[in-house]
């Protein structure tokens, strides 16, 4: 059978922690910063968990999932 390919998109948007679980950084931060608040730009900083819906189909694109430093 032939090796399956990690998604290299997939690979750099998201981050896998010890215990397994998928991080994503939060959407919004790109730009057009002017017009929002800086305490709404503080809460979209960081990363987040991955919601159970999406889990899935990331879980594809991520096949050969390690824990990444």
Same mark, same amino acid.
């Given at each position: ?6 998604? @290299? ?6 981050? #896998?922690?010890? +215990?397994?679980?998928? /991080? ?15 305490? @709404? ?6 990363? #987040?968990?991955? +919601?159970?819906?999406? /889990? ?14």
């Amino acid at each position: 059978m032939p090796k399956m390919k990690t998604h @290299r998109s997939a690979a750099k948007r998201y981050k #896998v922690t010890a +215990s397994g679980k998928i /991080l994503r950084h939060q959407a919004g931060k790109g730009h057009l910063l002017a017009h929002k608040s800086p305490a @709404r730009k503080n809460r979209l900083t960081g990363m #987040v968990e991955v +919601s159970n819906r999406n /889990l899935d189909l990331i879980s594809k694109e991520l096949p050969y999932m390690k824990y990444s430093r």
